[in-house]
């Protein structure tokens, strides 16, 4: 671990996370071939990420913009005051940015975030506006690891987790993580959580398969990845872009799908691709509220308050510990 005083405090867990070598090395060495959404998030992704998000198909992050502005004040007073802001994947300023000029003296903020520049855009900017608000960033993979709620024992503990990402887990690995969260509460903690809600299949297709292909060029980052860090010569127009709705499970998949039978090389390790194999790179799945509901109950934690847009294509949940 390495701790690093700037005008904020960062601390780097870099060490502790999974290599992408040797996740990309494990992941197509499977069947069917997978990778971690994890992996997305270098600077090129990250900026392809925020440029998603600004997409006019992209309800996803407009939807929940929208429900943090509107009921900014609410969420804020459900928080209560002196709270411990801990933001997992933190991404950019601009969700948080819709409850902190609302809350009544917040102690402290932290977010985490798997990119190191990511973070440190986030502090920089929260304290432009918020110099007197104690910031400690965390570049770690909350996913591996939460030790670093750990030391966070100071009441009002509010666990932010917001932008759907909780649909990026299987629902069985969602209830845990939850559940694990929960662990970290006191009584007066709380989550507060972003939800992706069903909705009409035509406006899910269309969030993931966007006409400009800013999508697409998000998706398939992950190769440039390999040919960047792995040596991979892996030419672009060998694969494309994949994204559909599966309505028995109730979620987007994003594949990178093989357009040719082909072999890669990467160091020591060839891999074999059929004609149209795909590797699979993300789950997005999508609950009614009643669903999520179940999912919060099964995770031994409670709705506290929720609030959703006008379209209630998104929900925004507070939990608690019953």
Not at 37 to 52: C, M, P, Q, R, V
Not at 117 to 139: F, H, M, N, R
Not at 231 to 259: C, L, P, T, V
Not at 262 to 279: M, N, R, W
């Amino acid at each position: 671990m390495k701790k690093i005083n700037l005008p904020y405090t960062l601390v780097d867990l870099q060490p502790e996370l999974s290599s992408f070598k040797d996740d990309v090395i494990a992941g197509l060495g499977q069947m069917p071939k997978t990778l971690p959404a994890k992996h997305f998030y270098d600077k090129t992704g990250s900026e392809l990420f925020n440029a998603i998000t600004k997409l006019p198909e992209y309800y996803v992050s407009r939807a929940e913009m929208e429900i943090l502005h509107d009921f900014g004040p609410d969420i804020a007073a459900a928080i209560g005051g002196q709270a411990h802001i801990i933001e997992l994947g933190s991404g950019s300023f601009e969700k948080i940015n819709q409850v902190l000029p609302f809350l009544d003296k917040p102690a402290a903020y932290k977010p985490v975030d798997i990119s190191i520049s990511a973070l440190q855009d986030t502090a920089e900017q929260v304290l432009k506006y918020y110099p007197a608000l104690e910031v400690t960033g965390i570049c770690a993979d909350y996913t591996s690891t939460l030790e670093f709620l750990h030391e966070d024992l100071e009441i009002n503990k509010t666990i932010c987790f917001l932008g759907s990402t909780i649909g990026n887990f299987q629902r069985e690995e969602a209830t845990d993580f939850l559940q694990s969260l929960g662990s970290e509460l006191a009584a007066d903690g709380q989550i507060l959580i972003g939800v992706d809600l069903k909705k009409d299949t035509s406006l899910l297709h269309k969030a993931y398969n966007d006409e400009k292909g800013i999508t697409a060029a998000f998706n398939l980052n992950i190769l440039e990845r390999m040919n960047k860090e792995m040596n991979a010569g892996i030419h672009a127009d060998d694969f494309m872009h994949h994204a559909f709705y599966s309505e028995e499970k109730g979620r987007i998949e994003m594949h990178i799908q093989s357009n040719k039978e082909q072999f890669i090389s990467l160091e020591e390790h060839t891999f074999h691709f059929s004609k149209g194999e795909t590797i699979h790179t993300e789950n997005s799945h999508k609950f009614s509220i009643s669903e999520f509901i179940a999912l919060v109950d099964q995770a031994h934690l409670e709705v506290d308050a929720f609030w959703t847009d006008e379209n209630e294509w998104f929900g925004v949940f507070l939990l608690k510990k019953p």
